[in-house]
């Protein structure tokens, strides 16, 4: 096995579920000669978690260290966790998140074969009993990467595994300046990717989300499909002048009206429509960050 040491990251912010996430790591199947270390960044303003967390590392014998990152800033949290990291790769949870008893070896697995130097796992969401059917049935909540030309370009921290000598070669840092409005995970991989770097994905190496209430409208989605087509236009307008940015506008333009018209010719079946308007929003979100708009502030 590649690594001796893993370091596993989780952020929180004022969710008792990370108990049930911390749990989850304590009963990951490792190879022999691997060791687990555990660092939780706490990212409230006080050091709400800090009892809760250490009462779970006691209760599952980890060996936890409790970072308190007081901005509520996702970006700071999770800088907080490369800074503490010692291990051979450095692991991500959200705290909402339990991972399956496979997750870690599953990743470490990949990473070996591949010599990636991420490798990322998929999301696979849990919904709650009121969700719509039509919407459990769609999966909208699930992640997984995104193939373009058959290379993983951009990834997520809710389920990955890094390589920490990548993350030193490459000067990775979460841009704190992203950390309210999102697309820092987009900003963080892609710098990875653009430097040369390489992200493989493991099939089995499952985390589990539950969805909340909040998160089961139209509305939820078409705002998170939007904030990631301005994460795409932002990386537009570094990367193109003033006539390539209007070629864009044209084309992610002539892609939302392609998706209304997908709409209305799927106005029978919710899910189809669905899947046309969130497909929509995202090319707008393009629109609106080339054009210059303010980006949407989801968090």
């Given at each position: 096995?590649?690594a ?75 800088n ?87 993350i ?6 979460f ?43 139209l ?73 210059g ?7």
């Open positions: 096995m590649i001796s040491v893993v370091s596993v990251a989780v952020c929180t912010y004022r969710r008792p579920a990370v108990v049930a996430t911390l749990a989850s790591i304590a009963q990951q199947e490792l190879p022999e000669g691997v060791r687990v270390e555990v660092i939780v960044a706490d990212n409230d303003t006080g050091r709400e978690a800090e009892a809760r967390v250490l009462a779970a590392a006691e209760l599952h014998g980890l060996s936890v260290a409790y970072v308190h990152a007081p901005e509520r800033n996702i970006c700071v949290a999770r907080a966790c490369l800074d503490a990291a010692t291990g051979d790769w450095l692991a991500f949870l959200d705290d909402d998140e339990t991972a399956g008893p496979g997750w870690l070896v599953a990743l470490l697995s990949q990473a070996e074969r591949s010599g990636c130097d991420a490798v990322l796992g998929p999301v696979k969401a849990t919904y709650p009993p009121q969700a719509p059917s039509w919407l459990v049935a769609a999966d909208f909540h699930s992640t997984a990467p995104t193939f373009t030309n058959g290379r993983i370009l951009k990834g997520y921290a809710g389920n990955v595994l890094i390589r920490r000598s990548a030193e070669r490459y000067g990775l840092r841009d704190p300046a992203l950390g309210r409005m999102g697309g820092e995970d987009d900003a963080f991989f892609y710098r990875l990717t653009d430097g040369g770097g390489s992200i493989g994905y493991a099939r089995d190496a499952v985390a589990y989300e539950p969805v909340t209430p909040a998160r089961l409208s509305t939820w989605l078409l705002k998170r499909s939007f904030r990631t087509g301005q994460t795409h236009g932002s990386r537009l307008l570094v990367r193109r002048g003033w006539f390539a940015r209007g070629v864009q506008i044209a084309m992610a333009g002539a892609k939302v009206a392609l998706c209304l018209g997908g709409a209305l010719t799927a106005i029978g079946s919710v899910q189809s429509r669905t899947r046309w308007l969130v497909r929509g929003a995202l090319h707008a979100g393009a629109v609106a960050r080339l054009a708009l303010k980006v949407l502030e989801l968090y």
